[in-house]
């Protein structure tokens, strides 16, 4: 199955489905403003870094070392038609 998307300015990608392209792009968008958050709350609902320190015994080295075990890319294992990965 074969899909086709678009890119609309203001609104990003679109998948074409159920419309023409050009009937998607004739669509008329509602304006967006993004909202400012304020910036003395600590996010996710304002600017500012995180209220609360990190914990006691918290070891940045030990969490990037098990972040980057868990997001590594698997090793390419040869299949079984040479020159295939």
């Known amino acids: 199955m074969k899909s086709r ?3 609309r300015p203001g609104c ?3 998948l074409v489905v159920g419309a023409s392209e050009d ?6 968008l509602p ?5 400012r958050l304020p910036e003395n709350q ?6 500012a870094g995180p209220e609360k320190a990190r914990p006691a015994g918290w070891d940045e080295e030990k969490l990037r070392q098990a972040l980057d075990r868990h ?3 698997p090793v390419p294992t040869r299949k079984s038609k040479p020159g295939r990965w």
Request: overall charge negative; charged content about 25%.
């Open 71 to 73: 997001f590594a890319e």
């Open 42 to 47: 600590p996010w996710p609902d304002g600017e």
């Open 31 to 35: 304006a967006f403003t993004p909202r």
């Open 12 to 14: 990003g990608c679109t």
């Open 5 to 7: 998307a678009i890119y």
């Open 23 to 28: 009937e998607l792009r004739r669509q008329p």
